[in-house]
């Protein structure tokens, strides 16, 4: 069975640091673009950051600047690197993966989900 396992989640305060990890199993990873999204209480499901085929990435606005993507082929694993987070950034952030792509997509018609890992941004 396909799986997406996210770590790293956690409570920080606001100017601080946090690296999301997301590790996939049973997938060629190569032909999936892989991505973050979150979901703050009472919201809807945002994008954050995803990559493509070709190895760009793009960013949300509200973060650029401030969240970093990777990819590391030989682990088959995806990270969001954090960087002066501000309570707005409260959320359960999820990996998503999809053949098609991620970057101005509707999260609703994304093929793979992780479980989510909260991230919470103190003032």
């Known amino acids: 069975q396909v799986e997406l396992v996210e770590s790293g989640g956690g409570s920080v305060q606001s100017g601080g640091s946090l690296r999301l990890s997301c590790a996939a199993s049973r997938l060629t990873f190569s032909t999936y673009a892989m991505g973050w999204f979150r979901q703050a209480p009472g919201k809807e499901r945002e994008f954050v950051a995803a990559d493509n085929w070709s190895g760009s990435v793009y960013y949300a606005e509200s973060v650029k600047g401030r969240f970093t993507f990777s990819r590391d082929t030989a682990k088959n694993t995806v990270y969001l690197q954090m960087n002066s987070l501000k309570p707005d950034d409260t959320a359960v952030y999820y990996c998503?993966?999809?053949?098609?792509?991620?970057?101005?997509?509707?999260?609703?018609?994304?093929?793979?989900w992780g479980q989510g890992t909260l991230v919470t941004v103190s003032s």
């Open positions: 998503a993966a999809d053949r098609d792509g991620l970057n101005g997509r509707s999260y609703r018609y994304l093929e793979l």
